[in-house]
């Protein structure tokens, strides 16, 4: 099955500047790939996602790369703010008749005011 | 608010019990599907239905079992209890079942097993 890896586990900025969380997933067949915003004790809350046929998607601060080629995606976020603050988790997911989402093992990101 | 509800929002129980976990999809959404979250094993896939049928298995023990109603809400079964089982139940739904669609999540049931 499908393997999703994230990295940096966690990350601390200074409000204002980027971050940057980089995934990699294993199964080629992958055509799927939201991020999801998590503050503590509360749902998974989508925040950006791109698909296969995309290689770049923004919405205003946060924006996501993939490389197909490379089986790798990344999310960035400019200009962070304290709201920032959450742990980010990447997803992949095949779409071969199912839709069930595989997900890296989260990034806790921190924006220090 | 993502209109997936999940009921209860918490449980404590002994090892060795049976609960039952309750998640409504948006209105219009056939697709259910439910997670594990647990600290040492992050967001897990455990399974799903689509429009009453189970569609995708992942990792979910034979413990635990599932359903999806005529009515598209779906109950997660866990029985025998163990402690490894404590963690946050979520449930998502999205409209069908075909790849890229977006899912959005309930905000989960906490499950403590004592």
């Known amino acids: 099955g499908e393997n999703v890896e994230q990295h940096p586990s966690t990350l601390s900025v200074q409000e204002g500047d980027s971050a940057v969380i980089k995934c990699t997933y294993s199964?080629?067949?992958?055509?799927?790939f939201p991020w999801y915003k998590q503050e503590l004790g509360k749902r998974p809350q989508l925040i950006i996602d791109?698909?296969?046929?995309?290689g770049e998607k923004k919405d205003q601060r946060i924006a996501v790369t993939l490389n197909k080629t490379a089986k790798h995606f990344s999310l960035h976020i400019t200009e962070t703010q304290p709201e920032d603050s959450a742990v980010y988790f990447c997803a992949a997911s095949t779409g071969t008749g199912a839709n069930n989402l595989f997900f890296g093992t989260g990034t806790r990101l921190t924006v220090i005011p | 608010d993502s209109g997936v509800t999940q009921t209860p929002k918490h449980l404590i129980t002994a090892t060795g019990q049976r609960v039952t976990l309750r998640c409504s999809p948006r209105?219009?959404?056939?697709?259910v599907y439910w997670y594990q979250q647990s600290l040492d094993q992050g967001l897990q896939f455990l399974i799903q239905y689509y429009n009453g049928e189970e569609r995708a298995k992942g990792n979910i023990l034979e413990r635990f079992s599932a359903q999806q109603f005529p009515d598209l809400h779906s109950e997660l079964n866990l029985s025998s209890l163990e402690l490894g089982d404590s963690a946050l139940y979520f449930c998502?739904?999205?409209?069908?079942?075909?790849?890229?669609?977006?899912?959005?999540f309930g905000p989960g049931t906490r499950l403590l097993v004592l």
């Open positions: 791109i698909r296969s046929n995309v």
């Open positions: 998502a739904s999205s409209p069908q079942t075909s790849g890229g669609e977006t899912q959005y």
């Open positions: 209105s219009g959404d056939l697709s």
């Open positions: 199964d080629s067949a992958s055509n799927y």
